[in-house]
């Protein structure tokens, strides 16, 4: 079971040795930005290294977006993340599922989810995967409610892409985590990569605030980390935590998932 965290993009293989992690994700731009990535000097030691790489998207893309001043950037953004996720040898580019505004259809986004796939398809194709992302909040999601991912896959299940389940953002999102995998699989037929993450927020809230595995939490509603522990070990994907305390609070989180697998 590969299991690793997120890091820091200026030394990637450093922080996973920090970290004893057999696998990392990271932007390879700013995630609040729309610039471009730029060339990596390492992207060849990074293709050849052991440690698996995922590479996460910005934040700022949103390809179910009805706004054409968001949509259009945000499709040419994905092309030029999954070209430069595929200099550094990246397994996968983690895209969050995205949402359309107050008011509008979710069947829009998951139609314009449907073509930006198909754009990307007919101009050839994307050089990595790309992996859905649940996400934590709003009730115009393509991919909080599950009722809602399994339309979205419908649309674009066809188009190759790959699924991250968020175990943070499933419980803020209102989706119970004890049965969690065998009902994405259902959906999906696939779960690639597990974010596993605790919670700072109760069930349903739609608040996206990680936290540590190792602080056990006695307020109701929060995460059991056995319970986080048990999703790894079901989706039988690698696993990378998204949590705070830099390499000391994450070098924990992966010590306790590796215990428990």
């Known amino acids: 079971m590969l299991i690793g965290a997120h890091v820091d993009f200026e030394d990637p293989l450093a922080e996973a040795a920090a970290r004893n992690a057999d696998v990392v994700q990271f932007f ?13 000097p ?6 050849d290294s052991a440690v698996q790489i995922f590479i996460h998207a910005p934040y700022v893309i949103n390809l179910a977006s009805t706004n054409n001043r968001i949509r259009i950037p945000s499709r040419k953004l994905l092309g030029q993340h999954a070209a430069a996720a595929a200099t550094v040898g990246a397994s996968g580019l983690i895209v969050h599922g995205g949402h359309v505004n107050k008011g509008e259809d979710v069947a829009t986004g998951i ?4 073509k930006a796939l198909q754009q990307a398809r007919d101009n050839g194709g994307l050089p990595v995967q790309v992996l859905i992302e649940n996400t934590a909040g709003g009730d115009n999601a393509c991919a909080r409610r599950f009722d809602e991912l399994a339309r979205l896959w419908d649309a674009v299940g066809d188009f190759g ?7 943070c953002h499933a419980h803020a999102g209102g989706e119970e985590l004890l049965d969690i995998v065998d009902r994405v699989k259902g959906i999906t037929g696939r779960i690639d990569l597990v974010h596993a993450n605790g919670s700072r927020d109760g069930f349903d809230s ?7 595995l190792t602080v056990k939490n006695s307020e109701p509603g929060m995460i059991d ?14 696993a990378v935590v998204e949590t ?11 010590a306790y998932l590796r215990a428990h697998q």
């Not at 390492?42 to 293709?47: E, F, I, N, P, Y």
């Not at 139609?111 to 449907?114: A, L, S, T």
């Not at 892409?161 to 175990?167: A, E, I, K, R």
């Not at 000391?248 to 992966?254: E, K, L, R, T």
Request: proline share 8%; glycine share 12%.
């Open 28 to 40: 390879l731009a700013d995630p609040q930005g729309w610039k471009a990535p730029e060339a990596r």
């Open 42 to 47: 390492d992207a060849a030691v990074l293709r």
């Open 111 to 114: 139609e314009n989810w449907r």
């Open 161 to 167: 892409v790959g699924f991250c389940l968020d175990t």
């Open 206 to 212: 739609g608040r996206d605030r990680h936290d540590n």
């Open 225 to 238: 980390p056995e319970l986080v522990a048990a999703v790894v070990r079901a989706a039988g994907a690698p």
């Open 244 to 254: 705070p305390g830099g390499a000391q609070g994450q070098s924990a989180d992966i």
